[in-house]
């Protein structure tokens, strides 16, 4: 009866192994000012191309990036249009108003996006005849254009309160072709932020971090003074790479699953019995078994994740170091902007009130961790609470190309760390829009209140 219901698995895999990736589409559009020429850019078409839709092995592009996260259930490619849209409004009017730039834009403007959105109003007005008559905007059949990349000739601002800052945000009352407009993302040709004052350029890892926003992924990191780093480098959606690093199977599972199921349930099982297990890397495609899951109170909305990530492969190849992941996951959660966190990683001297050392976050040879949570480690599983979780990990070796450790489950779970508070829904949490978190409001002007842009007169 094994051998028969193995073989069943088997051809099911394999036939799901062979289906078509469902698809989604990406138009990509050229935008430059009304007081700029055709020759503002620094990178051509062609460099863009590759960017987007380059599938040869190991290319770093978006496609790739997404056909890899998804192990080939979803495929994202890209079509330019053929032509530039030149606005009809200055690159003055999208900065901010003052007495050199009395058409700069005010407060509102920035909370509402008004200007933004019509510039897309009057982009795609222009694009309406001059798009190819079979071109797919709509692969998923909901009326609205699947994505939009807007490409803007040189330099974003110098912070995220501008309104030329790279963003993925939708509502415009944009039609194209019949379909309404979707999500659009803003990147710029030059420079998309900037790392003490040295301009980044567009990258693959900021074009994949923004276009998972449409797949409705949330951000995974903190800003201001929370300086807790709860994913930091160990997933896309906290911190981006040139060459975008991998995504946590959880986020994989949770964000991926209405565009292909990336990961269906079957292959992230829940263990309930103590033994020795092993895993193969999360970049490993045709595997039964991607991570694990541990959910020692299914009272509680928290649960636990355990994940082999391997800095050999080429999405991962920025990580510290190789190992085995164990994390928290809180799926009714929206990120990590807020009091408490969607998923938190294991690392050593972590808590609710520390940070300790995320690079050293995996178990295994690399970092010389191979327990976590025994009666010998001062480090543990806990809940955002700071309660202790009661499971532990020992004995982790590399086997191969799989990682094998020890699971052992215990009934002293109701010790916590002392004098760790727990997180606090009813909590404040107040940026302002330079990125910093700040006690309390002032002064009149435009915040981030709980993950939420208010103005505030």
């Known amino acids: ?13 394999g036939l799901a192994a062979f289906a078509e990736p469902v698809k989604m589409a990406n138009l990509v559009v050229f935008v430059r000012f009304a007081d700029e020429n055709k020759g503002h850019w620094q990178h051509d078409r062609d460099y863009y191309e590759k960017m987007f839709n380059d599938t040869t092995q190991d290319a770093n592009s978006v496609r790739n990036f997404f056909l890899d996260m998804s192990y ?18 200055t690159r003055g009017y999208f900065q901010p108003k003052s007495s050199t730039n009395p058409d700069g834009y005010s407060s509102l403007d920035v909370l509402f996006d008004t200007r933004f959105k019509t510039l897309i109003k009057d982009m795609c007005i222009f694009l309406e005849d001059k798009l190819p008559e079979d071109i797919e905007l709509d692969r998923n059949n909901d009326g609205e254009i699947d994505n939009i990349v807007i490409i803007i000739s040189g330099k974003s601002d110098l912070s995220a309160s501008k309104m030329l800052w790279p963003m993925n945000n939708r509502g415009a009352t944009a039609e194209l072709r019949g379909l309404k407009s979707g999500n659009f993302l803003r990147v710029f040709d030059q420079a998309n932020g900037y790392k003490s004052m040295v301009p980044q350029p567009l990258n693959t890892g900021v074009l994949c971090h923004e276009m998972m926003h449409t797949l409705n992924a949330f951000d995974l990191y903190t ?12 997933d896309l959606m906290s911190d981006n790479q040139f060459k975008p690093q991998g995504m946590t199977a959880y986020m994989r599972s949770e964000y991926g699953k209405d565009y292909g199921d990336w990961i269906p349930e079957e292959k992230i099982p829940t263990l309930t019995e103590e033994g020795t297990y092993t895993l193969p890397a999360i970049s490993t495609r045709d595997t039964e078994t991607v991570a694990y899951k541990i959910v020692p109170d299914p009272a509680k909305p928290e649960y ?24 928290r996951v809180n799926p009714s959660l929206n990120g990590n902007t807020g009091a408490n966190f969607e998923v938190y990683i294991f690392r050593p001297g972590g808590s609710t009130d520390k940070a300790g050392s995320i690079a050293k976050a995996p178990l295994g040879p690399d970092t010389k961790r191979y327990t976590f949570g025994t009666e010998n480690d001062d480090d ?33 779970g109701d010790s916590g760390i002392d ?39």
Request: glycine fraction near 6%; include cysteine; charged fraction near 20%.
């Open 419 to 457: 004098d760790l508070p727990a997180d606090n829904d009813s909590e404040k949490i107040i940026y302002n829009m330079q990125g910093i978190r700040i006690r309390e409001i002032t002064s009149p002007g435009l915040y981030i209140i709980n993950g939420k842009k208010v103005l505030v007169n």
């Open 380 to 412: 543990y599983p806990f809940y955002s609470d700071g309660t202790r979780a009661p499971f532990s990990i020992s004995g982790v070796q590399k086997a191969g190309k799989e990682i094998s450790f020890k699971v052992k489950f215990s009934s002293t």
């Open 1 to 13: 009866m094994r051998s028969l219901t193995s073989l069943i698995f088997a051809v099911i895999f």
């Open 223 to 234: 800003s201001g003074d929370n300086k807790l780093e709860p994913v930091n480098i160990w």
């Open 304 to 327: 636990f994740m355990l994940e082999y990530r391997d800095n050999s492969n080429v999405w991962d190849c920025s990580l510290p170091a190789s190992g085995l992941l164990v994390y």
């Open 72 to 89: 080939g259930r979803f495929d994202w490619e890209s079509t330019f249009a053929e032509v530039e849209y030149q606005d009809s409004h």
